[in-house]
Each structure stands twice: as C-alpha cells, then as structure tokens.
C-alpha cells in the first residue's frame, strides 16, 4: 500500500539517522512532544490502514479469552475506563494488543476471501492465549472439537500441546497459540463429515495469511513454533520435508520461526511403538529447547538433560 511505503520509508530513514547518532556515541537524542506522539500513534495509524478499525478509544476485549468462549459470544466488548496517565502507560501495550486482535478477530468474521472458497466451515476458531506472549504457537486449522469449543487446540493435539508446554515451564495462558486457518476444512460440502477433519491446502491457507501475519505484528513475539509441515508450508510460503524445514532457519517478518511436528504426529509415533513415540519426542525437545533459548527462557539442567 503507498501510505504504508511511504511510512516504512520515512522509518528507515529514522533509523538510519539514530544509528548514525549511535555510532557517534551518543547515548540520547532529544525529540519535540509532537514527533513523540506521532511516533507512538504509529503503531495504530498503521493497523488502522491495514484494518479500518474502529474506534481506539472504544477498545474491545478480548478476542483471546483465557478461558474457552461461550459459542455464543465470542467476544465481549468491554469499554475501556479513562485512567491516569502512569496506568494508562503500564497497561498500554496488554490493552492495546487486545483491541487490534479483536479487531483483526472481525475482520475474519467478515473476511470475502476465505468465504468464497467454499471449503470451510462458518465458524471462526481465532486464538487463545497471551496477546504479549513471547512464544506465538502456530498450528495449520481447527478440527471438530476446536470448530466446538471456538478454541484452537483443545482436542488431543491441544492437550498434547499442553504437555510440551508444561515441561518448558510454561501454560497455555501464557503463550499465544493460533491457527494459519480460521476456520475447519470441510470435506466435501462438509454434510456428513462428522467429527472429520482435514489438513487445509494451499489455498485455503493463502487466505487466512493476512490475519495470522496481523496477529504476530501484534503479539510481536520473540519467537514464532510452526507446528508441523502444513503450517510451516503455509507460513514461509514454501513447500518442503519437515526435516529440511526443522534443520533450516527461517524468519517471518524478522521474527525466527522453529519448526517442530505437529502434536498429532507425537500422538501417532507413541501410538506405533516405546521407541518411535520416545524418537519423536526426543526431536520435539531439542525444537523446544531452541525456542526457549531464543525466547531467553531459563533452562535447568534436568530440562536439558531429559533426553541424555
Ligand atoms: N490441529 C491444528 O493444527 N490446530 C488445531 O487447532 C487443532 C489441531
């Protein structure tokens, strides 16, 4: 988009000039109120570009409750109160991560895109978790009991996810965990497809993009897990064998992706054999460890050493 250039362009140059300030040694610079409140606004003038979203100062919570959402109301709109100005500053970022992912959890509702492919189900499975997580989990689309509970991740793969986490220390609540897809993939025009499920394809996933692309502009985490080949494929745009993709480094708008199996393939190689499932896990771990090294999570040594 031009504005957008134009704003990128301007901010290079910014940059530029700060770091041409750094190397002279200077450790501040003085900046008018004016351009420091322009350059705060930026973040929102942006998304609102991008988004046309409402109201800044009528900010909505939360697209990502922390406990499962009533199906019948996903989100609760809740006005923000005035605050002082050292509690606006303190719960600036969490308040405002919350308004632009419920924003962006619109725009999925209403999005054309996804719609007229006519292979997904109406209903929206957005996210869950920490809006300031510093670990973003990413998995390929929702299944039956996500597509219930309007929740990623809840089924068997969800509570698998739940045991990873756990050894790193870490709850559900405390990371953001999300979909490339918003919605469940049908099969064939979904009619009798029960509790099925199928990965989503290419195009199905090019869809979606955007609004998991918004979602990690948000959260701005530290460190972005694919789960899995299909939303590792998704994400960087490129086919490949998970192999490659786990040895290879990638990054997602500056941010370092892992990748790691899906959960559901722990659940199948434990299901195989002791030694599959313990292989499989094994290589989960290292993933992980990586993860928590780049999220600059402390490691004890008995969580280093668990597969020594
Ligand atoms: N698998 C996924 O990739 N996402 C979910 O939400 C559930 C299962």
Redo the contacts with the bound molecule.
Sequence with gaps: MAGNNAISEGLSVLVGILERERIRGAESVAISSEALAALQGLPQALFERRFGAGDPAMAVTSAVPASPASPASPAVATVIEPRSEAAREEKRDETWRRAQLNAIFKSVKNAPEPKALGTLFETV?FASGNPSADILLV?????AE?EKLRK??V?P??QKLEQILKAMGLSREQVYIS?IVKFRPKKGDGRFQGAGNRPPTQEEMASCLPFIRAEIEVVEPRVIVA??RT?AEGLLEQGGALGAFRSGTHRFGGIPVVVTY?P?YLLRQEAASIEEGKLAKRQVWEDMLRVMEIAALPISEKQRNYFR
């Design positions: 499975v998995g390929e689309a929702p299944g996500e990623p991740f089924g793969s969800g979909n789960l899995g939303a899906h559901s």
